[in-house]
């Protein structure tokens, strides 16, 4: 049983095109999140939701754009595409309560999607 | 804003060798620490974690870590490694109050030696 699982694993596609992440997470939670990890491995939040509101928006370009419909789901959807894109992108999700900040759960992150961008 | 350092860039140490992987962390009001462990093109796994209480903590696979407030810091440890801890290992830290989101080290590569 997946506990956090994300589609595609590998995106492969080329500059301008515009394409979606998936993830979900069976695990009950109210919180999930986008990361960032770059070739150097440097992990970097993007965004962040609460019960399906945003509360986490890092200084993320407006070409990503997340979407949750419901508590279980948060998807990814990435505008014009550019090489710098590329990287591996990690959903996660913690039990977080209202607000989203006052826990102390860790987080349970997914496989990973790497996107490259040719 | 909360931070964390992870100073080595590659910890080498032969199998059965003690292994310690360092983190020190900045927060505003108490830190939650955490440790988490990622194989090769696999996701982030949690190791463990330090909220209250002593300061020595047991995870998984024979992992400990060890919260030193006077020092700012929560070492990773295992007291004999063996060839499947080779990984990329990470800290994270976050504050009990203002902007607490989560705050990940850089990384440490350990590599174990048979």
């Known amino acids: 049983d997946t506990a956090v699982s994300q589609t595609p694993k590998y995106l492969v596609t080329q500059m301008g095109n515009d394409k979606s992440i998936k993830c979900e997470q069976n695990l009950g939670h109210d919180t999930m999140y986008w990361y960032k990890q770059d070739s150097k491995k440097f992990l970097k939040i993007m965004f962040s939701y609460n019960n399906k509101e945003l509360i986490i928006n890092e200084t993320v370009p407006n070409r990503f754009s997340p979407k949750s419909p419901d508590k279980a789901h948060l998807n990814l959807h990435i505008n014009s595409l550019e090489l710098g894109d590329s990287a591996v992108y990690f959903c996660?999700?913690?039990?977080?309560?209202?607000?989203?900040?006052?826990?102390?759960?860790?987080?349970?992150f997914g496989p990973g999607t790497r996107l490259t961008v040719l | 804003a909360q931070s964390v350092a992870q100073p080595e860039d590659q910890v080498n140490v032969a199998e059965g060798n003690p292994l310690t992987v360092k983190c020190t962390y900045s927060?505003?009001?108490?830190?939650?620490l955490f440790w988490y462990v990622q194989y090769p093109n696999r996701g982030l796994q949690f190791l463990l974690k330090y909220i209250t209480g002593d300061n020595l903590v047991k995870g998984s696979y024979g992992f400990e870590a060890e919260f030193n407030k006077s020092q700012t810091s929560f070492h990773l440890k295992k007291p004999s490694a063996l060839v499947s801890d080779s990984a990329l290992y990470f800290c994270a830290v976050r504050g009990s109050y203002g902007n607490n989101r989560l705050a990940f080290g850089k990384g440490n590569q350990v590599v174990v030696i048979p």
């Open positions: 927060v505003s009001g108490n830190p939650y």
């Open positions: 996660a999700s913690s039990q977080e309560g209202a607000g989203g900040w006052s826990s102390y759960n860790e987080q349970f």
